[in-house]
């Protein structure tokens, strides 16, 4: 499985340097306020709205993308396409749209929703927690990613067999799998059945 290192110099990112506040929800994603995004992931964790994002290319592969060593919450382990927060009354739709060109330097071709999973995962590494509701959304990707360093280290487009090996070798984000397993159906949906999703 190839996978593809980021070595662009130039950056767009600046996200690091801003006070970034998210949208605080009820169990049933209802919005009920804001936080500043440090202050929603520090334990226990407050329950807010997030996305993640799986682009698939022709041949039915999954992008991954290995989370840039610089990021303060799960830096350096492999994760879906791409995964975020929406602005405090942006759509999730367009949030998914607007995070994957940021870090990726791609737009689907199709985007999807494809359902929406609640969790409450700590990070044993950082001591922080991922407690979201998050939706879910699939897609298609026609050109070559273009990560952002400061969002990405690596990128790889993986069939299932390929990401149950890395998996069982790699280090993968708190979220994954819940994440993962929830899509599925939308995967095959997508990709059709010779894929293997």
């Not at 001591?127 to 990560?147: I, K, S």
């Not at 090996?165 to 984000?173: D, K, Q």
Request: proline content about 8%.
């Amino acid at each position: 499985m190839p996978t593809t290192p980021v070595t662009a110099a130039n950056s767009s990112s600046t996200a690091a340097q801003e006070t970034i506040m998210l949208e605080l929800v009820d169990e049933d994603g209802n919005t009920i306020g804001t936080a500043e995004k440090l202050s929603a992931h520090q334990a226990p964790g407050r329950l807010h709205r997030a996305f993640s994002v799986f682009l698939f290319d022709e041949r039915g592969r999954l992008l991954l993308q290995r989370r840039a060593l610089g990021k303060y919450h799960s830096p350096g382990v492999w994760s879906n396409t791409c995964c975020g927060h929406p602005y405090p009354g942006e759509a999730p739709f367009a949030a998914a749209a607007r995070r994957t060109h940021e870090e990726l330097g791609i737009s689907p071709s199709l985007l999807a929703e494809a359902g929406t999973v609640r969790y409450h995962h700590p990070d044993p590494a950082s001591g922080l927690v991922e407690h979201e509701y998050n939706h879910l959304f699939v897609g298609l990707v026609q050109a070559a990613p273009r990560p952002d360093p400061q969002e990405v280290g690596e990128t790889a487009f993986v069939t299932p067999a390929e990401l149950t090996e890395l998996h069982g070798s790699a280090s993968f984000s708190a979220w994954f799998m819940t994440v993962l397993d929830t899509a599925r159906p939308a995967f095959r949906e997508l990709t059709g059945p010779s894929a293997g999703w």
